[in-house]
């Protein structure tokens, strides 16, 4: 008999930073790192301890209507929230890897007060932050805070390619969000990249002169 999943304990990296005597505890992660058009997203969340949100969890694992709902949710019981990008030219300029951490520093830096110590997804600390940071593999699955985080950068960005959509109609960035899509191909190699394409992402693409 297969036996029942065990259920998630989403503050259980928390609560062993509290124990280590850390108190305003920041969730960060991002979104957007592989699209080819639009900007990188990110946020950080810190809560109160204790709070518990029903229903959060990895974005890309919730619904569009679910994350719109539960981003008004995260927003009204953090104790805190940052939300920062960074823009096409500068992962263009800088990688898509430095400009995350880019986009993660801005959206701490967005936060009235400065967190104890940061809890990042992924497997690599973010640069320049000049504070404690902790990364966790697949946090968004483990951590409130990250998970949180997470939504809160994901429902920014498509509300952002959403808006862009009125001003580059021809790319139809309502639909894909500017990822790589079949659709999204075929508008990139039919009417060029827009300012809002990231080059360095498109090289392939344009030089096979192919949808795939």
């Known amino acids: 008999m297969k036996k029942a999943t065990e259920p998630i304990d989403w503050l259980i990296y928390e609560r062993s930073l509290r124990e280590e005597g850390y108190r305003l505890i920041g969730g960060v992660d991002e979104a957007g790192r592989g699209p080819l058009a639009g900007p990188v997203f ?65 959206a701490v830096e967005q936060l009235p007060e400065k967190p104890d110590v940061l809890l990042v997804d992924g497997n690599q600390a973010p640069k320049g932050m000049n504070l404690p940071v902790r990364t966790l593999e697949k946090g968004d699955t483990l951590s409130l805070s990250i998970a949180a985080a997470s939504i809160l950068a994901k429902v920014s960005r498509d509300r952002l ?46 030089a096979k002169g192919t949808v795939r």
Request: net charge positive; glycine share 6%.
């Open 42 to 106: 990110a946020a950080c969340v810190v809560f109160e301890e204790g709070v518990v949100i029903e229903g959060v969890n990895d974005s890309k694992k919730l619904s569009e209507k679910k994350r719109e709902q539960l981003f008004d949710v995260i927003c009204e019981k953090a104790k805190a929230f940052g939300i920062g990008s960074a823009s096409v030219q500068e992962i263009d300029e800088l990688n898509i890897l430095n400009a995350t951490f880019l986009a993660m520093k801005r």
């Open 161 to 206: 390619m959403k808006a862009l959509s009125k001003d580059y109609p021809l790319y139809r960035f309502e639909k894909h969000k500017g990822y790589g899509t079949a659709l999204h191909r075929e508008r990139i190699l039919a009417y060029g990249p827009s300012d809002m394409h990231r080059k360095t992402f498109l090289t392939k693409i344009l």
